[in-house]
T-cell receptor, first 114, second 112 residues
């Protein structure tokens, strides 16, 4: 099946720890995005990538890092510098970045603090 | 700054009625507007796209209107069913490489 796989579904972070969220796609899409979803707020863009080996900061990139070494994969690392990491994290893809094509989303990773 | 507003209060309606959800925006001139459905613990799923020069778009029981003068989109679900219960997000898209802006969504409950 074509789609986007995010793992793990639930993740717990200890103080001072970096954690990495996985996002894998087999839709052959060029563009990939990471969003953060908090209750009562719209999706906020963390990082995006329009093509392999290239990525750009979104609106709330501080405390996060990404890589795009393969077209299929766009992992997000939540570093210890992110002081309020508890949220629902969504990965999305699109055939072409910022076009009118719909975004396809994974089923998210819920990150909590231990 | 750009702002997109959806009714934060949940909408409760009876099965068979028409549900109408509102999306208002300010300080933005979107070329496109999208609607997504999100179930609890899941990612959003695309439903419909409407362009700025289109007044109305339909897909099965769904209808979307787009009024660029009022800066508003209405999303209608006719003959609503309990399976339509979910959160519905609107999203604005510009042209020329502008990012997508998502609303916080409106929760819809359809009672049998």
């Amino acid at each position: 099946d074509g789609g986007i796989t995010q793992s793990p579904k639930y993740l717990f972070r200890k103080e001072g720890q970096n954690v990495t969220l996985s996002c894998e796609q087999n839709l052959n899409h060029d563009a990939m995005y990471w969003y953060r979803q908090d209750p009562g707020q719209g999706l906020r863009l963390i990082y995006y990538s329009q093509i392999v080996n290239d990525f750009q900061k979104g609106d709330i990139a501080e405390g996060y890092s990404v890589s795009r070494e393969k077209k299929e994969s766009f992992p997000l690392t939540v570093t210890s510098a992110q002081k309020n990491p508890t949220a629902f994290y969504l990965c999305a893809t699109c055939g072409t970045a910022f076009s009118n094509q719909p975004q396809h989303f994974g089923d998210g990773t819920r990150l909590s603090i231990l | 700054s750009q702002k997109i507003e959806q009714n934060s209060e949940a909408l409760n309606i009876q099965e068979g009625k028409t549900a109408t959800l509102t999306c208002n925006y300010t300080n933005y001139s979107p070329a496109y507007l999208q609607w997504y459905r999100q179930d609890p613990g899941r990612g959003p799923v695309f439903l419909l796209l409407i362009r700025e020069n289109e007044k109305e778009k339909r897909k099965e029981r769904l209808k979307v209107t787009f009024d660029t003068t009022l800066k508003q989109s209405l999303f209608h679900i006719t003959a609503s069913q309990p399976a339509d219960s979910a959160t519905y997000l609107c999203a604005l898209l510009g042209t020329g490489g502008f990012k997508t802006i998502f609303g916080a969504g409106t929760r819809l409950f359809v009672k049998a």
